[in-house]
């Protein structure tokens, strides 16, 4: 396969603006609109945003290792795009609830699920993983784009009950070529529903650039269907932080949905399956590692004058414990039982299922005791 370029036309160079607060140095740059949003964003704060990016590039890159021993049957990687999830997920309020793709382990973790617990079902041990009632985060969806349509029906579901939540979906931008996307952002604001849709744009939808899929800015898109929306550079974390509290703000007013695109980069692969040097060259990946949202922010507090040392130490620690306590969880999780797979698939008894339930383990039976069908 030809490696293929992202860079069919300047998507910076109409549409919306893409706020920036931190350049790549990490230098701070004044905004109007934005820096009302950070006022209690203090030294201590950057020091938890950033032991957060840390820990959540830990975890990824050891479940990709833990792919890659066997331990995992696959992983999608999140590397370059945790200042888009922790960013975010850090401005949202704990009834808000939660709508992820399969690449958001950061804001699951942030949310509260175990580590292990979401590994879990990457390693076929559960299919869900977590409680969503428990978290207010529902379990990650696989069909591109879903979780847009579960988003904007709870929301009208917050609307009918007069409730103050809001209903949050990520997805990346190839999501937003599914007819799933689209139909939630007409519903959503046909309903004036309480929803925010928050689009990860890493460039690549697996070998996709882009470029290709859309002409325009995708946050250009939110204005057809009448959403506000915003743009914003994904690696820059206050800036993120910043704007998902902009949008949820004028979500929570009543003023009607909303539509984020955090533009961001894929560093690794599209899952572990597959080999993004097919059709991506060196000099692009090269380019958007100038841009580390990790890198930036301890810039930035080394700029402030900070204790830079200290905090990397203390997201070191973090990261390294989370590491082996993840490491110890899968390694010791049990199989499910056959039964497991007939668990939960309905809330009253089902006689269909039970049937199916029976012929199952005398079919397992049947390996036990030698006989055939």
Same mark, same amino acid.
């Given at each position: ?82 200042? #888009?999830?922790?960013?975010? /997920?850090?401005?949202?309020? $704990? ?11 950061? /804001? #699951? ?66 999501? &937003? ?15 004036? *529903? ?12 697996? $070998? ?10 995708? #946050? ?18 206050? *800036? ?42 060196? *000099? ?21 004058? *900070? ?61 036990? &005791?030698?006989?055939?069908?």
């Amino acid at each position: 396969m030809p490696i293929v370029s992202t860079q069919r036309m300047d998507l910076n160079a109409v549409g919306l603006p893409t706020h920036q607060l931190l350049t790549v140095n990490g230098e701070r740059e004044p905004h109007e609109e934005l820096d009302p949003y950070l006022r209690d964003i203090d030294e201590a704060a950057l020091g938890d945003f950033l032991r957060d990016m840390m820990v959540l590039r830990r975890m990824d890159t050891e479940a990709t290792a833990l792919q890659r021993q066997g331990e995992l049957g696959l992983w999608a990687p999140l590397l370059g795009q945790e200042a #888009a999830q922790i960013g975010s /997920v850090r401005a949202t309020q $704990s009834e808000d609830f939660i709508f992820p793709s399969y690449r958001e382990h950061g /804001v #699951a973790w942030a949310r509260g699920v175990k580590a292990e617990d979401l590994l879990s079902v990457w390693r076929g041990v559960n299919p869900s993983g977590w409680d969503p009632n428990e978290v207010n985060i529902a379990c990650q969806q696989i069909v591109i784009g879903s979780q847009a349509l579960h988003a904007a029906g709870y929301a009208m579901g917050i609307k009918f009950d007069g409730g103050n939540q809001v209903a949050l979906s990520y997805f990346g931008d190839g999501a &937003t070529s599914q007819g799933d996307v689209n139909e939630a952002l007409v519903f959503a604001a046909s309903y004036q *529903a309480p929803a925010l849709f928050f689009c990860q744009n890493n460039h690549w939808a697996i $070998s996709e650039p882009v470029g290709l899929q859309s002409r325009t800015q995708l #946050a250009d898109r939110a204005a057809g269907f009448g959403l506000a929306a915003w743009r914003v550079d994904g690696n820059d974390v206050l *800036a993120v932080h910043a704007v998902t509290r902009a949008a949820l703000e004028h979500v929570r007013s009543g003023a009607g949905p909303a539509f984020i695109e955090a533009v961001t980069y894929r560093m690794g692969p599209h899952t572990t399956a597959d080999d993004p040097t097919r059709y991506r060259d060196e *000099a692009e990946l090269e380019h958007w590692r100038t841009k580390d949202p990790i890198q930036r922010l301890t810039k930035h507090l080394q700029l402030l004058g *900070a204790d830079v040392k200290s905090y990397v130490q203390r997201g070191e620690q973090a990261a390294d414990e989370l590491a082996a306590e993840l490491r110890r969880a899968i390694t010791s999780m049990p199989d499910p039982q056959p039964t497991a797979l007939f668990a939960h698939v309905y809330a009253e008894p089902h006689a269909a299922l039970a049937q199916a339930e029976h012929e199952y383990l005398q079919y397992l039976e049947e390996f036990e &005791t030698g006989e055939s069908l």
